[in-house]
């Protein structure tokens, strides 16, 4: 009767899988919001079943998946459906969130890198190549602009632009599938918990502290970049931009924990903090103020100081 059960509700949530799957790729505009919800029904089943039905749900997934959409259904399986696996079973353990997160996210960058790898190497279509010419393409028609209202001094400006924006490509895959592994756990946690799936809730922003390490790291990378001044165009420029910018938004973050805790302390309305968080990522100076915040308060222990102060 249990095996009955189990494959009735295994059933179900292949079908909801299926039905997910083939909103997300015929039906864009609605896919584009849907495709999140994709891992819903492998967290669900995972969580709550041995290694020998998991596999056997996935294998069905994979022949379902090729089915209804062909190798682009392989692919949304490959991403979406081994990240729901993955989150699945760290839930059975009881992992924690921020372990989730990360194995979550690592799991959503191989992925794309697979996908990438794939594309690249049997139909012959370089994503980064198509970018770099669509960003070309978009250079030119504003270089033209720019001539015609006279302002010539920008094109090169622009240039600049749209090399750092191929060269921070490595940095976008890495933030981005932190967002993305976020994003599904928001989305499909409270989904999982209507279908009896215990999910601990996450610690707070304002207690997050990253480890003093992250900061050695920063600071060897700015130093490495003042003292070698590699050209720009080579592999260790990318390396050091990279390491860079991805650390100093994990700079931001800390600097937004600091100011969460400060909020907390002065029972300031979350609307505020809302607000804070959208212009760390919107406007620059606000940006850098918040980043010497979190190197601060991680570097000379500054929400302590200020929790003693108080």
């Known amino acids: 009767m249990k095996n009955v059960r189990k494959l009735t509700e295994g059933a179900i949530l292949l079908a909801a899988y299926t039905v997910l799957l083939l909103i997300t790729i015929y039906i864009p505009l609605v896919g584009s919001i849907i495709n999140i919800v994709l891992p819903a029904p492998f967290i669900i089943f995972t969580a709550k079943n041995n290694l020998k039905n998991i596999a056997a749900f996935f294998v069905a997934s994979i022949i379902i998946s090729f089915i209804a959409a062909s190798f682009m259904g392989l692919a949304m399986m490959l991403i979406y459906g081994t990240t729901g696996v993955i989150i699945g079973y760290?839930?059975?353990?009881?992992?924690?969130?921020?372990?989730?997160?990360?194995?979550?996210?690592?799991?959503?960058?191989?992925?794309?890198?697979?996908?990438?790898?794939?594309?690249?190497?049997?139909?012959?279509?370089?994503i980064t190549h198509e970018l770099q010419a669509a960003l070309n393409q978009s250079l030119k028609q504003s270089e033209e602009m720019a001539k015609s209202v006279g302002k010539e001094s920008q094109i090169e400006q622009l240039k600049k632009q749209v090399d750092m924006v191929i060269t921070l490509l490595p940095s976008v895959l890495i933030l981005g599938s932190i967002v993305a592994?976020?994003?599904?756990?928001w989305v499909c946690f409270p989904i999982a918990k209507r279908f009896g799936v215990n999910v601990e809730p996450w610690g707070s922003l304002r207690n997050l502290s990253l480890p003093r390490s992250m900061l050695w790291y920063l600071l060897i990378a700015l130093g490495a970049n003042l003292v070698v001044r590699p050209e720009e165009g080579t592999y260790l420029f990318s390396v050091l931009t990279n390491a860079i910018y991805i650390l100093g938004t994990f700079m931001v973050v800390q600097g937004l924990g600091f100011l969460f805790n400060i909020f907390h302390q002065k029972s300031i309305p979350k609307g505020i903090r809302v607000l804070v968080v959208i212009l760390a990522f919107m406007i620059p100076i606000i940006h850098y103020i918040i980043m010497i915040l979190g190197i601060t308060d991680i570097g000379f222990d500054l929400r302590k100081r200020f929790t003693k102060k108080e």
């Not at 839930?91 to 690249?120: D, E």
């Not at 592994?181 to 756990?185: A, E, L, R």
Request: hydrophobic share 55%; no cysteine; glycine share 2%.
């Open 90 to 126: 760290m839930l059975q353990r009881n992992k924690s969130r921020s372990a989730i997160l990360i194995a979550s996210s690592l799991t959503i960058m191989a992925g794309m890198i697979i996908f990438y790898v794939v594309t690249s190497a049997f139909m012959k279509m370089d």
């Open 181 to 185: 592994s976020f994003i599904i756990q």
